[in-house]
């Protein structure tokens, strides 16, 4: 029979081994990840805020298929962490105004908040119809395509915000570029701070040791 003596102890007991799981666990998670290896630190100011910041192209083949992952990924970041796509402009043997214009699309579908629709409709066209975009009305109706208003959607494209926000992907694109740490695309950048090695994270358990590796730098010190 279990006294409250007993009863007490064995409490005391449980709390003192969940404690000490917790805290060798938290070490072992501390350890698991390692610099150089699984991630490297970028030179520089961090973000004041928690975010996740995708480099790609709509014409990176590697991008497209990493789109399930990433769709997967974004439903288990921290609460306080934000998710952004940059698209970048360097994809070799592409037109370059015409990756620009794709830029200038996806931050319309975020204005527009049709960005999921118009991400899987660019990728499709490119990948699986195998299409090409010839010029920037090309683009515009695709959105038309989607249910959107052609003569809206060009109207933007052209808008000072729009190219605003286009300029300043471009330059965190070359500011990366030039610290040679935006070397090809896909790219995981971690509160601008953190670079994610994603070839080294474990085939077997893609995307939920990625899912960790990004929560255990969204709390690493800035």
């Not at 003192?16 to 799981?21: A, G």
């Amino acid at each position: 029979m279990i006294t409250v003596r007993n009863g007490f102890f064995l409490k005391a007991l449980f709390f003192f081994v969940t404690l000490s799981f917790s805290f060798l666990s938290s070490t072992t998670f501390a350890k698991q990840f390692e610099q150089g290896v699984h991630f490297d630190v970028i030179e520089g100011k961090p973000s004041n805020e928690p975010v996740l910041t995708e480099y790609f192209s709509y014409y990176c083949r590697h991008c497209f298929n990493f789109e399930p992952a990433l769709k997967s990924l974004k439903t288990k970041l921290p609460n306080d962490m934000r998710f952004k796509k940059v698209h970048v402009d360097f994809y070799p043997g592409k037109d370059k105004s015409v990756q620009q214009a794709l830029t200038r699309a996806l931050i319309v579908a975020e204005h527009l908040k049709t960005d999921e629709a118009i991400n899987k409709a660019v990728f499709n066209y490119i990948h699986t119809q195998r299409a090409t975009f010839k010029s920037e009305q090309d683009i515009v109706n695709l959105f038309i395509l989607h249910g959107a208003d052609g003569d809206n959607v060009t109207k933007l494209m052209t808008s000072f915000p729009v190219k605003g926000k286009a300029n300043a992907m471009k330059k965190a694109q070359e500011a990366l570029s030039r610290k040679h740490v935006l070397t090809g695309v896909p790219a995981l950048i971690v509160n601008d701070k953190y670079k994610i090695n994603l070839s080294r994270i474990d085939g077997n358990n893609f995307e939920g040791e990625l899912s960790e590796l990004i929560q255990y730098l969204s709390k690493s010190p800035k």
